[in-house]
């Protein structure tokens, strides 16, 4: 398997050009702050033994040369490397929104924020892997050997010191910091998204908090989860700083050492005293290329978490699967059938749906009853390709609808899921989802038969008036025969309503139910709910019981039989 940050890595190709022009900027910086020291500590040196001033001139025209070259070359190397991240973010964040989308929503176990962080957070780690990992290691490696190669020219014993200190400060402290970093970097993580998750928990239960009065507990719970992950983030942050005091240490100690070596030579008139300035300078200068490499561990330690989080996500297995070659959706009116269909939820749960059969020709409605849990919003779940079944087959005009392609499918089956979300955007908008580009006079006729028309004209704001939040500002009857105006006007040619009554008090419910009565006459319909009365109109009632089949036929002979269905009745009156 391999790594994720590999992986990661793997999706910023169509950068690399780019990355590799910011990491010859990279070194090309390094190498002129050594330029520049070599040839200042040589022009200070040679200066002072007041030598023909013709003599200096190339001298000071390399250092104004490495001065100006080593701004430039760094302004390119921050200009190419983040153009190259920017552009390989933008790139990454669709190709995990690609992935996401099969998995939606069936396959998505994780609490809203933690989502969120991951897909939008842990995204960004490409960005760090790029500006902050990859290019200044590979850069630190360069502009080292470039430096090293010079000092070994002019003084092979003080090269020996430079590379022990380089390897020392470039790989022996960032392992170092990278080991201290790993435990409290991944226990950062952890507190972030557990952060995430409860602030976003809190802010979608706002209203039950404060209902049930546990608002100030729950709140108090995502203050010490804040303090918690600022703890943790502190000690990243000594980590850190400690990092760089040693860096500095190791720097310093190599100059020293290299300083003693090569003042020794000098003394013993085996190095001229003009050399062993640049030599000492030129290995200061070398630090430089070192000097981000703790940083680096630490950016690539918290890159690794974040791409192995993220991967955690795609990685889930797809509920539903494309075909390789899909076939052709059926034109006209299409009959939906299931045969012995099993669903669960787990390799070892109990059947959600056990040996399931029902028979959906155009123009029929069926109704699903059952008590709660016994599979009706599993069976909904199927025929809106939320996930496919474990056992058995849904065919569609015959064919396995695995056949198909997913949106095919739901361009031919869709309806109201259960709990049907309203966005906060306005009616319009929210109603224009089920048809983007539909028309006033298409959105009038489905909210007329929605029951919706009269209420929206009577809007100050009519159709562009903003629902809020998850549909706050409409009643849960109004959302409902939203949900039931977007599936009239998405118009599928089997429309599955699962509860569309549900959170409805009686009255609303009575309105509701039949609305959608008079709306699905003469269409293929699969009503899921809990409303008896809804019931004598249908062609057929399937009553589940802990997932298989456990009643069907129509009102009148189910009545006749005893059961579920008769007791249900007789419970109602
Ligand atoms: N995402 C899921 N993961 C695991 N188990 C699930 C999941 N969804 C449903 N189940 C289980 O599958 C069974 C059937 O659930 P389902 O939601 O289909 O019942 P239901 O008849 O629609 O119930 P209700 O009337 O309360 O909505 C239940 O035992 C439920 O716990």
New binding site residues.
Partial sequence: MTAPVVRLLRWTRPTRPTTTLAVLAGTATVCCGVGLFATAGWLISRAAQHPDIAALAVAVVAVRFFGIGRGVARYAERLLSHDAAMRSLADVRPRVFARLVPLTPAALPLRSGDLLARVVGDVDAVQDLLVRGLTPAVTALLAGLAATGLVAFLFPPAAVLLAAGLLLGGIGVPALVAAWSRRSGRAAAEAQARLSADVAGILDGAADLLAAGAAPRALADAEAAGRHRSRLAAALARTGGAAVALGVLVAGGTVWAVAGRAASATARGELDPVTLAVVLLASLAAFEAVAPLPAVAVALGAAGRSATRLFDVLDAPIPVTEPGVPAEPPLGPVTVRLSGVGVR?APE?PW?LDGVDLDLPPGRRVAVI?A???????LAALLFRFRDADAGRVLLDGRDVRAFRTDDVRRLIGGIP?DPHVFAGTLQQNLQLALPGADVAQLEEVAQAAGLLDWIRSLPLGWSTPVGQRGSRMSGGQRQRLALAQALLADPRVLVLDEPTAHLDPESRTAVLATILTATAGRTTLLVTHDLAALPEMDEVVV?DAGRVAQRGTHEELLAEAGFYRDVWALEA
Avoid at 372 to 378: A, H, I, M, R
């Fill in positions: 939820y749960a959600a059952g709660s849990g016994s599979g009706k919003s599993t259960a589940l």
